[in-house]
């Protein structure tokens, strides 16, 4: 006899795990290129300098490789990303999963998103829960329907078309999946911006639980907010899985991280450059710095 019942599933929950794809779940070779209006190259962009990029006057974006599904097939998916998949399908999860991208042309993405999921994951992942935000279909769609009338200020006199990629993503979360049934929403992202826009938005949709997920597979961006910081601890609260991966990306154990998490464990701290250390304390992960870069607040 088990000695823990099943909790009963809450039927007014209906959860939906919703995922980036550019460099979240899949890493490419695609780029932005910016034009300028002449239509020469000015530059090319990468998914993640694409998030927080600023078209200067005359400029426009160019899409081509991302209708590309070639170089999507192409790519690699992320392994931090299949991990967690992985991790809610072995639960035995109720809940849906989609897609939430900048990428146009769902034509050409959606076989593909089905295809991989059925494969990698054992997944259906349904045609009406992917959502390719720059898809000319979509926009028409958008564009000819208001804006909910309680967003805050900054939305005011908009259109979907006028909005940023972080603006759509979360206008799609507050919108369509709510209207899809959806009110526990999981949004994973390798962008900060993407995952903090639907809190702006939050008032507007109070029926809608939100989970941000930030996809920062090598901890390359929370180290060097924990070094900005100026903090003295941050304590992982996934633990030996985030010691690894710092143990495999940011110390002298990059190539044997194992080694590495038996040093932590024999000598309780194990150091990972520019004054930030890896510690293990009463079966506890974090990371420490030292007070000798200054944190310029003049505390
Ligand atoms: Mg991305």
Do not use: C
């Not at 639960?91 to 991989?116: E, V, W, Y």
């Not at 200020?153 to 979360?170: C, D, I, N, Q, W």
């Not at 907010?225 to 990059?254: C, D, M, Q, V």
């Amino acid at each position: 006899m088990p000695s823990r019942l099943r909790k009963p599933a809450d039927p007014s929950r209906r959860s939906i795990h919703v995922f980036d794809l550019d460099d979240t779940l899949i890493r490419t070779e695609a780029q932005v290129r910016v034009l300028d209006e002449t239509g020469a190259e000015v530059r090319a962009l990468t998914p993640a300098e694409f998030t927080t990029y600023t078209l200067a006057p005359g400029e426009g974006f160019d899409f081509r490789d991302f209708g590309n599904v070639g170089i999507l097939a192409r790519g690699v998916v992320v392994k931090y990303t299949r991990t967690i998949i992985d991790t809610i399908v072995a639960r035995g999860t109720r809940s849906d999963f989609g897609i939430l991208t900048a990428r146009g042309d769902k034509r050409l993405h959606a076989p593909f998103l089905i295809r991989l999921f059925q494969g990698l994951f054992g997944i259906r992942l349904r045609n009406a829960l992917i959502f390719n935000l720059s898809d000319e279909r979509f926009i028409r769609h958008k564009e000819s329907r208001e804006l909910p009338p309680n967003l805050p200020e900054g939305f005011s006199g908009k259109t979907y078309a006028k909005l940023s990629v972080p603006e759509r993503k979360a206008l799609v979360i507050g919108q369509d999946l709510a209207a899809r049934g959806y009110n526990d929403i999981s949004l994973y992202d390798d962008s900060r911006e993407n995952l903090e826009a639907f809190k702006v938005i939050h008032k507007a949709f109070p029926e809608v639980a939100y989970q941000p997920h930030f996809i920062d597979p090598a901890w390359k961006v929370r180290l060097a907010e924990f070094r900005a910081s100026g903090k003295p601890r941050k304590a992982l609260t996934s633990g030996r899985r985030s010691a690894l991966i710092l143990l495999e990306n940011h110390s002298r154990y990059a190539e044997n991280p194992e080694a590495g998490l038996r040093a932590l464990e024999e000598r309780g701290e194990v150091r990972l450059g520019a004054g930030v250390s890896l510690v293990l304390e009463e079966g506890k992960y974090a990371l420490t710095q030292d007070g000798r870069r200054g944190t310029g607040d003049g505390g």
